[in-house]
T-cell receptor
Framework: AQTVTQSQPEMSVQEAETVTLSCTYD???????LFWYKQPPSRQMILVIR??????QNATENRFSVNFQKAAKSFSLKISDSQLGDTAMYFCAFIPYNNNDMRFGAGTRLTVKP | NAGVMQNPRHLVRRRGQEARLRCSPMKGHSHVYWYRQLPEEGLKFMVY????????ESGMPKERFSAEFPKEGPSILRIQQVVRGDSAAYFC??????????????FGPGTRLTVT
């Protein structure tokens, strides 16, 4: 079975500080994609960052970066210089190549405090 | 270029009624995916369709749920004889291609179904 686990149901961080959200996954596949999605109160699913498993270099998008450890099946998200607008649910997701079924973790509720 | 459109955004149905959720994919996209999000949970895959074909319905409940994506018009997720446990947010996503490009899914804003 392919599962995604987010072990932190809730986290908080002070504005301008850095926070790391954890994600682990379980798969026997060698080629796949990993994602972090943000879901603000509007409930829209917004893609934050994507990582391809065959790439060793960690993906970065402005203040968002990942620490991808393929052997450990770990995919954490680091948010630097946190902003109030980062307050949202964050979902880690996984999809193998040639597959249609994107698997999501249960989410981490992040609150950025002023 | 409009994104994925879903309507209605909110839908209230009484137990036993039918719910019809619509999804218009991004322009040029012919692959549609439906996901369900129960309260305090992540999204769970339900069904994957191409125009006029259901490709993968492994996540669909066996009864009361059906989906279609006709040659013309939006994709429809239909829930017959709704029960309170069907209350959830239903998300549609679309992609330009399937297979190796299924990872490039663009999500709609979701439909929140409430069954009273």
């Amino acid at each position: 079975a392919q599962t995604v686990t987010q072990s932190q149901p809730e986290m908080s961080v002070q504005e301008a500080e850095t926070v790391t959200l954890s994600c682990t996954y379980d798969t026997s596949e060698n080629n796949y994609y990993l994602f972090w999605y943000k879901q603000p109160p509007s409930r829209q699913m917004i893609l934050v960052i994507r990582q391809e498993a065959y790439k060793q270099q960690n993906a970065t998008e402005n203040r968002f970066s990942v620490n991808f450890q393929k052997a450990a099946k770990s995919f954490s998200l680091k948010i630097s210089d946190s902003q109030l607008g980062d307050t949202a649910m964050y979902f880690c997701a996984f999809i193998p190549y040639n597959n249609n079924d994107m698997r999501f973790g249960a989410g981490t509720r992040l609150t950025v405090k002023p | 270029n409009a994104g994925v459109m879903q309507n209605p955004r909110h839908l209230v149905r009484r137990r036993g009624q039918e719910a019809r959720l619509r999804c218009s994919p991004m322009k040029g996209h012919s692959h549609v995916y439906w996901y369900r999000q129960l309260p305090e949970e992540g999204l769970k895959f339900m069904v994957y369709l191409q125009k006029e074909n259901i490709i993968d319905e492994s996540g669909m409940p066996k009864e009361r749920f059906s989906a279609e994506f006709p040659k013309e018009g939006p994709s429809i997720l239909r829930i017959q004889q709704v029960v309170r446990g069907d209350s959830a947010a239903y998300f549609c996503a679309s992609s330009l291609n399937g297979g190796r490009s299924s990872y490039e899914q663009y999500f709609g804003p979701g439909t929140r179904l409430t069954v009273t």
